[in-house]
């Protein structure tokens, strides 16, 4: 695989992890239409989980710093922008760090119709060239980091059985604990999770710790969440580390770091197509200025 499309897949995978579990809006926007529902069992919980994407748009910055088994340390910086009409989301974003990848843009439609198969968009600036790719295996890596879009996403209840494994304060947050496995032979192969756990905050649904059974053996990853703030009405995490383990030993781990964040600001519509990559339009690139 040559370079330009090893780093495509990482970039796709990189633009749809960050609506797995930065963020849920609260009761006035993207959310339920009245009071959180009670929660009786864990598929209660993973429908909250699915549904905190309901209607809201965010921009915000990236860093992420990813730190190998020896000591080598790779660095990433990214602009991202997402659009959501019901959970289907409208996703977009640029490299800007480090030179060898700046620019590269990306616009991924990412589906919870029934029967619809996400798309992806690339802009490559080598190429002054839009490419379109399709998606159905989710397992690879983010720039090379230690997460994946399998490892992040649970994405539709009715895809997973689960059990519920009590509940508990974390980090000063009341949670749930759940256990939960896919169901079917395609959500196995296309997220690539056997099994994992989740810790879930109780009025947000939002995913504070999660630790995922690859289907590669013997190897997990653990994902912590760590300043939770609410900003324009999201609830949304500042700061992530994950941490890859082969038999049981930790191999490497990335640090992502979020500022600049702004939710709820209805970003144009235009800037959500795979006509407006590679446009030059200064006013989404610099939109995190305002």
């Known amino acids: 695989m040559n370079f330009s ?3 495509f897949y990482y970039f796709l995978f990189l633009l749809i992890y960050l609506f797995s579990s930065f963020a849920r809006a609260n009761n006035t926007v993207g959310t339920y239409s009245g009071n959180i529902p009670p929660v009786a069992n864990c598929h209660d919980v993973l429908l909250g989980v699915e549904k905190r994407f309901l209607g809201y748009d965010g921009w915000r910055m990236v860093k992420v710093r990813t730190v190998g088994q020896n000591n080598n340390v790779k660095h990433r910086v990214y602009t991202m922008s997402h659009k959501n009409k019901g959970v289907t989301r409208y996703i977009r974003s640029q490299l800007l ?36 790719f399709e998606s159905k295996d989710l397992t690879g890596r983010i720039y090379g980091s230690d997460l994946s879009i399998g490892e992040m996403m649970v994405r539709r209840d009715r ?4 059990r519920m494994l009590g509940d508990g304060e974390y980090n000063g947050y009341d949670i749930y604990k759940i256990y939960f496995e896919p169901n079917n032979e395609d959500e196995l192969i296309r997220l690539g999770i056997r099994s994992g756990e989740a810790w879930i905050e109780k009025s947000t649904f939002a995913v504070i710790y999660s630790l995922f059974n690859s289907i590669s053996p013997n190897e997990q990853v653990v994902i912590d969440s760590d300043k939770w703030h609410w900003v324009d009405g999201v609830f949304s995490s500042a700061t992530r580390t994950v941490t890859s383990f082969k038999d049981g030993r930790p191999i490497s781990t990335s640090y992502f770091k979020t500022y600049d964040e702004r939710y709820n ?11 407006h990559l590679g446009s030059g339009d200064e006013s989404w690139l610099e939109f995190h200025k305002k």
Do not use: A, H
Not at 115 to 129: E, I, V
Not at 159 to 162: L, M, R, T, V
């Open 5 to 7: 499309i090893r780093f």
């Open 97 to 132: 760090e480090p030179d060898e990848v700046k620019g590269m843009e990306s616009f991924s439609i990412d589906y919870f119709d029934d029967g619809m198969q996400d798309k992806t968009w690339l802009y490559m600036p080598s190429l002054n060239k839009v490419l379109s």
């Open 159 to 162: 895809d997973y059985d689960c």
């Open 265 to 275: 600001i209805g970003l144009p519509e235009r800037w959500f197509s795979p006509e």
